[in-house]
C-alpha cells in the first residue's frame, strides 16, 4: 500500500526575496552555474522560461548520484511560490507522486525565510523517506544565497 508524506523545512537566507524567487521563475537556466556541484542542467522542454505550466528536465547530483527530473512548474507571485510537480525521473523508481515546493518569506529588506516543501507518495512502506532530496534542496538554496551576496 502507497503512503503519503511531507517533509518541510525553513532556511533563512541573507537575500532579498524578490531575488531569490526570480532565481526560479527568470533565471532558472542559470542554476548550474550558481549550484554546480549540485545542478547539472536545466532544460526547456515545453512553453516558455519564467511561465507557469513550462516543462524543464533537471540534471542533478544527490546523495553522489547523477539524476534526472522532468518537471512542471507553477507560480504564484503574490505569495513567492514555485511548486514543481514531477512528471518523470529517476525519484519515480520509489515514489509514485512527487512535488517540491519553495516560498520566500520577507524577514527584512536584505533576508528572508524560505521554507522547503517535499511532498511525496511511496511506492510501498519499504521505501525510506527522501531526506537526501530535502538536504539537496537546501544545498542549492544556500548556493542561491551565496551568489546573490556577491551580487550585493
Given amino acids: 500500500m502507497a503512503q503519503s508524506g511531507q517533509l518541510e523545512i525553513d532556511l533563512e537566507i ?47 547530483t544527490v546523495g553522489g548520484k547523477e539524476e534526472s527530473y522532468k518537471e512542471k512548474i507553477f507560480f504564484d507571485d503574490e505569495k513567492k511560490l514555485v511548486t514543481f510537480v514531477g512528471l518523470h525521473g529517476h525519484v519515480f523508481k520509489n515514489y509514485k507522486s512527487w512535488k517540491n515546493i519553495f516560498q520566500a518569506t520577507p524577514k527584512d529588506e536584505k533576508s528572508c525565510v524560505v521554507k522547503h ?31 546573490l551576496g556577491k551580487q550585493a
Fill in 14 to 60: 541573507q537575500a532579498p526575496t524578490e531575488n531569490f524567487y526570480h532565481v526560479f521563475k527568470i533565471q532558472c537556466q542559470h542554476l548550474p552555474s550558481i549550484s554546480s556541484d549540485h545542478v547539472k542542467g536545466v532544460d526547456l522542454h515545453e512553453g516558455e522560461w519564467g511561465k507557469d505550466g513550462s516543462v524543464k528536465t533537471w540534471k542533478y
Fill in 117 to 147: 516543501i517535499l511532498e511525496y507518495e511511496k511506492l510501498n512502506e519499504t521505501v525510506s523517506e527522501p531526506h537526501e532530496y530535502l538536504d539537496f534542496m537546501v544545498k542549492i538554496t544556500q548556493d542561491i544565497a551565496a551568489h
